[in-house]
């Protein structure tokens, strides 16, 4: 009889036991998951990202008789956001946030800096520069001034312009004609130009909820110094938002 209870008590105990490893595996699978997959089926999604990468001229001078200017290859970026069609739930966005900016030179001897436009138009200035986050506030809708940067609190496009300087001259003289476009790189005697940009783009809503996901983009796209010009488009990008 005193075996029998004992052999009862070792086997609730052995099944109690099984029961709380197959929980924690449970649980362990569902986080691991989720830092994998993100929400299933978050609010809003990036639901197109568009880089354009040429090059533009600056600081046009004359010098006996001959026309220089500096050389900028920019990559005009947009990234495009909007309500999930899934998510059947209100949500209204309080604020979109870039931050931990990263930049890794790859192949290119000139500095590479971020801007944010002023009423639709580039101006390289230092107040226009972007160093480690921006921060749009969400409105009625998505406007960028020069003293609001603002988006549509329910989805907009985010535009940025990620450019490379110092990296030459071109001259020329009246009677020579030039386009105005990447293959400018090799009178410059740019052979080879490539970086990656990563950052975080966090969206934080009305309802106190934040969702975070993780962006990288190869620049300039293509092959801009035998084309000129190159485009870059993805649609409906695999982004996986997490909470934080």
């Known amino acids: 009889m005193f075996n029998y209870q004992w052999n009862k008590i070792n086997l609730i105990k052995y099944i109690s036991i099984i029961i709380v490893i197959i929980s924690l595996i449970v649980v362990l699978f569902i986080i691991f998951k989720y830092q994998v997959e993100g929400e299933a089926v978050p609010p809003f999604k990036i639901s197109k990202l568009v880089a354009v990468s040429?090059?533009?001229?600056?600081?046009?001078?004359?010098?006996?008789?001959?026309y220089s200017a500096d050389l900028i290859q920019n990559?005009?970026?947009?990234?495009?956001?909007?309500?999930?069609?899934?998510?059947?739930?209100?949500?209204?966005?309080?604020?979109?946030?870039?931050?931990?900016?990263?930049?890794?030179?790859k192949e290119t001897d000139g500095t590479i800096e971020i801007?944010?436009?002023?009423?639709?138009?580039?101006?390289?200035?230092?107040?226009?520069?972007?160093n480690?986050?921006?921060?749009?506030?969400?409105?009625?809708?998505t406007y960028v001034s020069e003293d609001n940067i603002q988006i549509s609190n329910q989805g907009g496009i985010i535009d940025l312009s990620v450019i490379v300087k110092d990296l030459g001259k071109v001259r020329y003289t009246d009677n020579e004609a030039i386009k105005v476009d990447g293959t400018l790189l090799k009178q410059a005697g740019v052979e080879q130009l490539s970086f990656e940009i990563k950052f975080d783009l966090i969206i934080e809503l009305q309802s106190?909820?934040?969702?975070?996901?993780?962006?990288?983009?190869?620049?300039?796209?293509?092959?801009?110094?035998?084309?000129?010009?190159?485009?870059?488009?993805?649609?409906?990008?695999?982004?996986?938002?997490?909470?934080?």
Do not use: C, H, W
Not at 54 to 62: E, M, P, S, Y
Not at 91 to 103: F, G, P, S, V, Y
Not at 115 to 130: A, C, L, N, Q, T
């Open 54 to 66: 040429t090059v533009k001229t600056d600081n046009l001078q004359l010098e006996d008789d001959k």
């Open 75 to 105: 990559n005009d970026l947009k990234i495009a956001i909007e309500k999930n069609p899934e998510y059947k739930k209100d949500a209204i966005i309080r604020k979109i946030t870039l931050n931990n900016i990263q930049i890794i030179p």
């Open 115 to 130: 801007y944010r436009p002023v009423d639709g138009v580039y101006k390289y200035e230092e107040k226009y520069k972007i």
């Open 132 to 141: 480690d986050s921006i921060e749009y506030e969400g409105a009625q809708e």
């Open 208 to 244: 106190n909820i934040k969702l975070k996901t993780k962006m990288k983009l190869e620049l300039p796209a293509g092959n801009i110094l035998e084309n000129g010009v190159e485009t870059l488009e993805q649609i409906d990008l695999d982004a996986v938002f997490k909470r934080i």
